[in-house]
C-alpha cells in the first residue's frame, strides 16, 4: 500500500487524497485555487517526458513540474 507518499511516486489511475504540502506558500494558494488543497481527492493521470505529472482535480486537469511533485504528499483513498 502507497501510505504517506510525494506526487514523484504516486501509481497511475488511483485516487489519492492530498495530505499535505512543503511547497511555498504562493504554490500552495495557486494549487488551492485549482482544486488541490489537503483533503482534495485527485488521480495522476500520466507522467510527463519532463518528469511532471499531470493530474485530475475535480474534472480539470492541471500540469505539475517536477521539482514541485516532491513537496506534495498524498495516501490513497480508503475503499
Do not use: K
Not at 500552495?28 to 482534495?40: N, V
Not at 505539475?64 to 475503499?79: K, T
Amino acid at each position: 500500500m502507497y501510505v504517506g507518499m510525494d506526487l514523484s511516486r504516486a501509481p497511475l489511475n488511483t485516487a489519492l487524497t492530498l495530505t499535505g504540502s512543503d511547497a511555498p506558500d504562493s504554490s500552495r494558494r495557486r494549487l488551492a485555487s485549482l482544486g488541490l488543497r489537503p483533503g482534495a481527492t485527485f488521480s495522476v493521470l500520466q507522467r510527463t517526458a519532463g518528469g511532471g505529472r499531470v493530474v485530475l482535480v475535480g474534472g480539470s486537469r492541471i500540469a505539475l513540474g517536477s521539482q514541485l511533485l516532491p513537496q506534495l504528499h498524498a495516501e490513497v483513498v480508503a475503499r
